[in-house]
């Protein structure tokens, strides 16, 4: 199977495709993560669905975001009234972020990236 590896180089990345095969890429640094996110999201977990397929309805019923919104606090064990009183927000709101009926903008997303210790882009 496919092992993406990443070594830094000085002003590119080193995006190596591990297979029978390796496949080396020289990326810019500033193009890398895009193309390392891109990577993630068809991602062939270890029961063969990928990251994209797995939560294909719930981005057709709620907005990517929202989907990842919903799955972070999740994970994290978090209610919609726990996750508004640390972001100073309704409940409300919460709920229309998830659903895709509220954009999730810049400043929030940063504000939600905090709360989950992860990359603000994420949300966006």
Avoid: C, W
Avoid at 68 to 91: C, F, N, S
């Amino acid at each position: 199977m496919p092992e993406l590896m990443k070594k830094r180089l000085i002003d590119e990345t080193e995006i190596i495709v591990m297979g029978k095969k390796p496949k080396r890429f020289a990326v810019p640094k500033d193009k890398a993560t895009g193309v390392v996110k891109l990577l993630k999201d068809y991602e062939i977990r270890d029961d063969g669905i990928t990251r994209m397929n797995a939560f294909k309805d719930l981005h057709e019923k709620n907005s990517e975001a929202g989907s990842i919104l919903k799955g972070e606090r999740y994970t994290a064990g978090m209610t919609q009234v726990e996750l508004a009183e640390k972001l100073g927000i309704d409940q409300a709101d919460v709920s229309k972020m998830e659903s895709g009926r509220r954009p999730i903008g810049k400043i929030m997303s940063k504000r939600l990236a905090n709360v989950f210790k992860t990359n603000y882009k994420i949300f966006l």
